[in-house]
């Protein structure tokens, strides 16, 4: 049996302009296209850029020594910590934590200046806000370099690794080390999963709802058409965000792109197609148009969560890693990352691809069954 | 006997159930190449289910039979590439030109040159000026009249119309049957659907169908004359207390006002002569043995059913 009937090709493309031309037509979509990206890394890159500033900090001061006040000074000069209460014993430290009224509390222990000075590396106790972990994060691994500054800078003492004191922090705290070049890579994977779902998922519903599915099933067109000439305009929507976010991510946050760029586009390509294969599935199976956006963020979310992009894969449990790697943006964010920070080349990446593309297939696949051709 | 190859239209006890509910009951039907056929019936009596099964959007139930010689069950592809199917909603895309609708459906099909034939039918249906407007802003007689020539653009072999006149005014009703007359005439079978019964007049064979059964077929003088039905036109002046005093009485079928006049029809010639003896001396009427109207005939069709129906 041949796949491919006489006619493919015209009937594909028939449909594939009349879906550039519906695109064209609608003005929001279009605007979208280039908006969403664009809004997107902007919110994203620079919230995530921007180092928290004057988080409130209580002190407490078990000794009143010159290093003491030193270190509060340079707390206090950084403008990292802004310190709010002065507090006077520990019961007080537990409570302004616990009550939300600041994010820090340091505690100096009493013959902290001592111990320094034997050179005990005395523990300086501080309790992080845990649940602002990137907040709290950032603000703590700077505490130490402050610290450390401070005291060399008003004591002479010598700069020595390891430390003349140590940080003990609280086990509240989640080290998190995002940093923009980690985030805008992984943003390319995360707004082209969300924009590129959408907008197949509404392809099939969208002619049921509008009643055009009627006329379309009684002319001569065959589902792989069908999917083929709804998908392919997308990848060229796809291939254009993509580009606009890497190019603004270069612009702005000066990400590199060590590795070739024209594996990255391919790859990126690849990723694309298994989004827009995946929407494409939810489309035939969505009854209409709500469920199919609700289809959407029901993947999206652990495509989000499980991926990698917002908590490091390897520290999620061996179930959410499994899911994971079932989700497509899990692959591609190890790809785009490695082409753009560690310039890795195709051989290392083979595994990613190949997941990639078996997961569209099973798309395209499920959703050629799902397909129905009459009206049943 | 017609040769087969001439029967365009050739299915039987086509049945087709919805959640259980039989919407479409044993319906068997041929039309004959180069016709224009007639589907009649109320809104809800299965026409739109029936016709969706001659061109393969729906599978039957139950029942088999061909279109264009083409097994409905199992050749629905070659049936779409052979047939032109108005739906009766509109349903080509609002959001393209009339244009690009027309060059959509010529690539669709296949046809060489996709845009000289957009040209050609844009030409054919007066549309111009209107080829890039989009066809969602069209009126509605434009829209029908787009929606056919979507249709036979391809240069299908059988038309199927799903009530292509509902809410179009007289005028392009007027002109959209004259259109499907000339497409009979080059060779066009048309199947087309509507409860409009003057339209009927304007078919060669009619079908009559209701609660999804087919109650009657065949040309509009064989469904009058197979209805057996005897009709007295009353004239005069003040006729509804008249009408209100015949309803119901025992051997008139039925009583319905046509403009100045009263139609009483039964379907025991006998018992209305009966019952209506009393009446036909009284000063200031005029009663007439007559003709009953395809709509008097319909209406009787469709009561007898109901009570099939509901027995």
Redesign the interface.
């Known amino acids: 049996m041949k796949f491919f009937s006489a006619g493919f090709l015209t009937r594909t493309y028939a449909i594939l302009m009349k879906e550039f031309i519906q695109l064209r037509r609608d003005r929001v979509t279009f605007a979208m296209i280039v908006m969403l990206p664009i809004m997107q890394l902007l919110l994203f890159g620079y919230a995530i850029n921007t180092t928290p500033r004057n988080l409130p900090t209580a002190v407490l001061l078990q000794e009143s020594s010159d290093v003491g006040r030193s270190i509060i000074a340079a707390l206090k000069n950084t403008r990292y910590f802004t310190i709010t209460h002065q507090l006077s014993d520990e019961a007080e430290f537990d409570r302004v934590i616990r009550s939300g009224k600041v994010l820090f509390a340091i505690e100096i222990p009493a013959n902290f200046e001592r111990s320094l000075r034997r050179g005990d590396t005395p523990a300086l106790l501080v309790a992080a806000d845990a649940t602002d972990p990137v907040a709290a994060g950032s603000a703590l691994s700077a505490l130490g370099r402050i610290v450390q500054t401070a005291l060399v800078h008003d004591y002479a003492l010598p700069q020595q690794e390891p430390a003349l004191f140590e940080i003990r922090s609280h086990a509240r705290y989640n080290p998190s080390a995002n940093s923009s070049l980690n985030i805008v890579p992984g943003l390319v994977g995360v707004i082209l999963t969300m924009t590129m779902l959408v907008f197949t998922a509404l392809s099939v519903t969208r002619e049921i709802e509008r009643g055009t599915m009627e006329t379309l099933l009684a002319m001569p067109v065959k589902p792989i058409e069908v999917m083929l000439g709804k998908i392919l305009p997308y990848v060229l929507v796809g291939f254009i965000q993509a580009s606009l976010i890497i190019a603004f991510g270069s612009l702005l946050f000066g990400v590199p792109v060590i590795g070739s760029l024209t594996l990255l586009a391919v790859l990126s390509t690849l990723f694309i197609a298994t989004n827009l294969s995946i929407g494409y599935t939810f489309s035939t199976v969505a009854q209409n148009q709500l469920q199919a956006v609700q289809m959407t963020f029901m993947f999206f979310l652990p495509n989000l969560l499980l991926s990698g992009f917002m908590f490091p894969f390897a520290g999620m449990p061996n179930w959410a890693q499994t899911v994971g790697e079932f989700l497509p943006l899990t692959h591609y964010l190890r790809i785009v990352r490695a082409i753009m920070l560690k310039g890795a080349t195709f051989a290392e990446l083979q595994y990613d691809t190949l997941a990639m593309f078996l997961l569209m297939l099973l798309a395209m696949f499920v959703a050629l069954r799902r397909f129905r051709t009459t009206l049943d | 006997m017609v040769p087969a190859s001439d029967i365009v239209i050739d299915v039987h006890g086509l049945t087709k159930r919805f959640d259980g509910r039989a919407v479409v009951k044993n319906v068997s039907m041929q039309v004959k190449r180069g016709t224009i056929y007639g589907f009649l019936g109320p809104n809800g009596s299965g026409k739109t289910t029936t016709i ?1 099964m001659l ?5 039957p139930d139950e029942g088999s039979g061909k279109t264009l010689g083409y097994d409905i069950l199992t050749e ?2 070659k049936i ?2 052979q ?1 032109g ?1 108005m ?1 009766q ?8 030109s009339v244009r ?1 609708n027309l ?3 010529a ?4 046809l060489e040159k ?1 845009e000289a034939a957009a040209q050609a039918m844009i030409d054919r249906l007066g549309l111009h000026g209107r080829e890039k407007q ?1 066809a969602g802003e069209l009126s509605g007689g434009w829209k029908q009249r787009l929606a056919l020539g ?1 249709c036979t653009l391809p240069g299908p072999q059988l038309l199927l119309l799903d009530e292509p006149t509902a809410g179009v005014d007289p005028k392009a009703r007027r002109e959209f049957w004259n259109e499907i007359h000339a497409l009979a005439a080059e060779g066009l079978t048309a199947l087309v659907s509507t409860h409009y019964m003057d339209e009927a007049e304007r078919c060669h064979e009619i079908a009559y169908i209701a609660y999804g059964e087919l109650l009657t077929h065949g040309t509009v003088q064989e469904v009058v004359d197979h209805a057996n039905l005897t009709t007295y036109t009353v004239g005069g002046k003040n006729l509804a207390p008249l009408q209100h005093e015949l309803t119901g009485k025992p051997g008139i079928d039925m009583v319905a006002p046509f403009g100045a006049s009263l139609h009483v029809s039964s379907r025991d010639a006998k018992a209305l002569e009966a019952a209506i003896a009393p009446y036909r001396k009284q000063p200031g009427l005029k009663w007439e043995k007559s003709e009953p109207s395809l709509e008097d005939v319909f209406i009787d069709l469709m009561t007898r059913a109901k009570d099939n129906f509901q027995s």
């Open positions: 969706r061109c393969g959007l729906l599978t629905t592809d779409k590439r047939v199917y739906t909603k509109f349903s080509l895309y609002q959001d393209l690009e060059e959509f459906v690539r669709l099909y296949g996709p989009l979507a």
